[in-house]
Nanobody
Framework: EVQLVESGGGLVQPGGSLRLSCTAS????????VGWVRQAPGKGPEWISS????????YYSDSAKGRFTFSRENAKSLLSLEMFYLKPEDTAVYYC??????????????????WGQGTQVTVSS
């Protein structure tokens, strides 16, 4: 059974930083492209970032570029999302996601096959 488990969410002030983690099990982690998707209250899923299975290709949405850093450690089946200069509009449930590596890296939420349960990030003073 594929399991993705996020951790690290919480309440942070505007301008602050937070690090999310995601551990994977039940898959050969190095065969999967991975990503982060978030969903704010009343809104649809928003793709944030993707990383290819070989760690070679990395992509960010405009909202994440320059503020978020996505990394993976295949030996530990671990993903990390470091978020800096957080804004109230970053408030959302954050999900890690995975897709068996193919010709292209996923760029939208619906392209992923496996999801974690999500972790809440709230940016507020």
């Amino acid at each position: 059974e594929v399991q993705l488990v996020e951790s690290g969410g919480g309440l942070v002030q505007p301008g602050g930083s937070l690090r999310l983690s995601c551990t994977a099990s039940g898959i050969t982690f190095g065969n999967y492209d991975v990503g982060w998707v978030r969903q704010a209250p009343g809104k649809g899923p928003e793709w944030i970032s993707s990383l290819s299975n070989d760690n070679y290709s990395q992509y960010y949405s405009d909202s994440a570029k320059g503020r978020f850093t996505f990394s993976r450690e295949n030996a530990k089946s671990l993903l990390s999302l470091e978020m800096f200069y957080l804004k109230p509009e970053d408030t959302a449930v954050y999900y890690c996601a995975a897709k068996l590596a193919g010709e292209t890296v996923p760029f939208t939420a619906c392209e992923f096959d496996h999801w974690g349960q999500g972790t809440q990030v709230t940016v507020s003073s």
